[in-house]
């Protein structure tokens, strides 16, 4: 059986991108369901698919957090990872989808945890947003501050793979891939035709999809006038490709292969050793 990869919420598990996709396993909330459930709900997993990779936006509520790692030291597994992104709630989404796909390749579960670190820096997420006053996980200037409350003022900040920021209709734009890439946007209580008709066609885009808003975006963003959107590598050959080119370790702790230089597993870091090979990545010359 595949890894399973298991995300917070049911609007992080986006549509398959083909019939061998899996889905995602849900790792509910303390309020939704009790520990007796979620210990049940993860053996089963365990038992079903030998691993589980957990996905979670960084800005996860204090009380889930704890939940998981709960989860985790009671059942006293290490086929357990549990990985926090710094990536906004829809480019977590996207990242979840890229491990489905890969989990049913011939990567071993360590290989595809730590695959998590190398996949975002190629997922370029963003959002159009009404107001920046409340953003503070990008750097906002004050000058961006006092313009956010005049009204129309419409901002395009990028979170990942390198934060920006431009004030829409001012002559910057956002920096975005130079490799193909799909578009997935989400709405929410602004309306806007800046991202499809704008920064689609300058990213050159392949194709775009719409999926609902994911209900944790509002509050990492600081603001529920947004649209949130992520290009992201669509094409599982070319995500095999990227995976498969860097260099495979052995965890000294733990024992599992891996990618990069931490283990998702036990978060242990290779030796300096291990670690002096480093990481060639696949798309350095585009896909």
Same mark, same amino acid.
């Given at each position: ?12 598990? !986006? ?9 995602? *396993? ?6 939704? *369901? ?8 993860? /053996?089963?997993?365990?038992? +079903? ?30 086929? =357990? ?16 989808? +890229?491990? %489905? +796909?890969?989990? =049913? ?7 595809? *945890? ?8 190629? =997922? ?8 920046? *006053?409340? !953003? ?11 313009? /956010? ?12 793979? %390198?934060? &920006? ?75 095999? &490709? ?16 891996? =990618? ?28």
């Amino acid at each position: 059986m595949p890894t399973a990869i298991a995300v917070t919420s049911a609007d992080l598990v !986006l549509p398959p991108t083909d019939q061998q996709t899996p889905t995602a *396993a849900l790792l509910h909330p303390p309020d939704e *369901a009790p520990l007796d459930a979620a210990l049940s709900d993860m /053996s089963v997993l365990l038992e +079903q698919h030998g691993y589980v990779v957990g996905l979670y936006p960084a800005s996860l509520p204090a009380a889930h957090k704890r939940r998981l790692h709960t989860v985790r030291a009671v059942l006293e597994s290490d086929r =357990i990872a549990l990985l926090g992104l710094d990536l906004p709630p829809l480019g977590v989404a996207v990242l979840a989808r +890229q491990l %489905r +796909q890969l989990s =049913i390749c011939d990567f071993g579960a360590g290989v595809i *945890a730590s695959a998590a670190r190398l996949l975002s820096h190629y =997922i370029y997420a963003g959002a159009l947003l009404g107001s920046v *006053a409340r !953003l503070d996980r990008i750097p906002v200037s004050l000058k961006s501050h006092a313009k /956010s409350w005049m009204p129309g003022t419409h901002f395009g900040v990028l979170a990942g793979p %390198r934060p &920006q920021m431009v004030k829409v209709g001012g002559g910057g734009h956002l920096a975005g891939p130079d490799f193909a890439t799909q578009l997935i946007v989400a709405s929410g209580q602004l309306q806007s035709e800046w991202v499809t008709g704008t920064l689609a066609p300058a990213w050159r885009v392949q194709q775009v999809h719409e999926v609902p808003l994911p209900q944790d975006s509002a509050r990492w963003w600081g603001t529920g006038r947004l649209i949130e959107f992520a290009a992201f590598l669509p094409d599982i050959s070319v995500l095999y &490709q990227l995976v498969s080119s860097v260099r495979r370790e052995v965890c000294t702790w733990c024992g599992i292969q891996l =990618i990069g230089d931490r283990c998702g597993f036990c978060s242990a870091p290779l030796t300096a050793a291990s670690s002096r090979t480093g990481a060639t990545r696949a798309l350095t010359a585009g896909p």
